[in-house]
């Protein structure tokens, strides 16, 4: 028996999609900058590849596709595309210049705000994107410490000290490898354990304060604890939850302080930069380590983030974001929920930034599973790859877009699994697994 599924839209096209990506994989290795952008990410032949335009909560492919964007530039664009407010700045300040030969009065500006906004901060450095300013932070505790192992749960960028702990280590020294261990979230022991492997050798804790896990009550304060009792700094990576769970980052959500943080994505609306912060102590030590480079002060970018974030504050942008991402929660667990299938899909993280987790399930992987999810809403318009990366820009209508969509694939998708014809219904091959950091 074959199960009769809706299709009451026209089927996109992706036939320049698929050109430019023959065309560019002989030239750029993964046809991307980015993991998370490349067509790894995507149903194979299926799926946009390359993005022209964006604007407020909308994207345009090359194929002349639009689509209602729910990935946002893996979580950097926070008020919008084209947002502006933000724009507005860059222009100013483009017709200024956009780095100089010495600092800039901007860059004194930006670190003044944060400063007052997140409670950890008493001096600030920038860099260009998360892995600059995990490494500096990494650096920086040593130098304090005069130790060289590390103690590390969630994700923390590409450089070789954390990276050289994951299945993507190829390349990495095999004596740096040895200096970073892995703790459990909400599993204080895991990180007590350590601590007691290495006596007098961990120079850092470093975590994110939240991924899509919530922390256990008292969780966060128990790691600060621990960490301080064994001379270790701690350092929280806020470069997901700064300025989306919070202004003043997770750490305020949560009223825990650390001594180092970083935060980047959100903090200029898709702008690269990213912004080491600490206790003036520990930060003082950068004048006597190698922190620097050439871009660090680039002024478009400084700019851009003191209009974001002033902008957050101004709209109440934040609380936006939490007020329809709860709704947008709301109906995708109904829709799970309606269709019989909480065994297979679930919704996890904040409403600002949720994660929708896939289980195998007769038969079909996860992995499977989640393609045909994405294959559908692609061909609704929706952009996704299996989060809700809110902005500012979305509006209700969006959100209820999105819900009536996952009632009516989720539909779809449960006759498929009943009828073991899943596969059938996938027009490409499935997402490719990169590997597993969260």
Known sequence: MTARLSRNFMQRKYTESNKLLNRTKKIIPLAAQTFSKSYLQYIKGQAPLFITKAKGATTWDVDGNQYTDFINCLAAIVLGYQHPAVDQAIRRQLQ?????????????????????????????????????????????ARAVTGRDHVAACGYHGWHDWYIGSTTRSKGVPAATKKLTHKFIYNDIDSLKKIFKQYPGQIAAVIMEPMSYIEPQPGFLAAVKKVAHQHGALLIFDEVVT??????????????????????????????????????????????????????????????????????????????????????????????????????????????????IIFK???????????????????????????????????????????????????????????????????????????????
């Open 96 to 140: 200024l210049g956009i780095n100089f030969s010495l600092p800039s009065p901007l860059e004194a500006q930006l670190a003044q705000m944060l400063i007052k906004l997140i409670p950890c901060a008493e001096m600030v450095r920038f860099g260009k994107n998360g892995s600059d300013v995990t490494t500096g932070a990494i650096r920086v």
């Open 242 to 355: 700064g300025f989306r769970f919070h202004i003043g980052g997770a750490q305020k959500l949560f009223g825990v302080t650390p001594d180092l943080a970083t935060f980047g994505k959100a903090m200029a609306n898709g702008m690269p930069i990213a912004a080491l912060v600490g206790r003036r102590k520990y930060m003082k030590e950068i004048d006597n380590i190698f922190y620097s480079f050439t871009h660090g002060g680039e002024v478009l970018s400084i700019a851009a983030s003191i209009a974001t974030i002033t902008e957050l504050q101004k709209k109440k942008a934040i609380q936006k974001i939490w007020r329809l991402g709860r709704q947008l929660q709301r109906g995708t667990v109904a829709a799970i929920k309606n269709n019989g299938l909480t065994d297979v899909i679930t919704v996890a993280g904040k409403p600002c930034w949720q994660v």
């Open 360 to 438: 195998s399930s007769h038969g079909f992987s996860g992995l499977e599973i989640k393609s045909y999810v994405q294959q559908e809403f692609l061909q609704r318009g929706i952009l996704w790859y299996g989060q809700h990366n809110m902005s500012y820009s979305h509006t209700v209508a969006d959100i209820n877009r999105l819900s009536k969509a996952y009632s009516e694939v989720l539909g779809e998708l449960k006759i498929l699994l009943e009828t073991k014809q899943l596969r059938k219904a996938l027009r490409g091959k499935p997402i490719t697994d990169i590997f597993s950091v969260r």
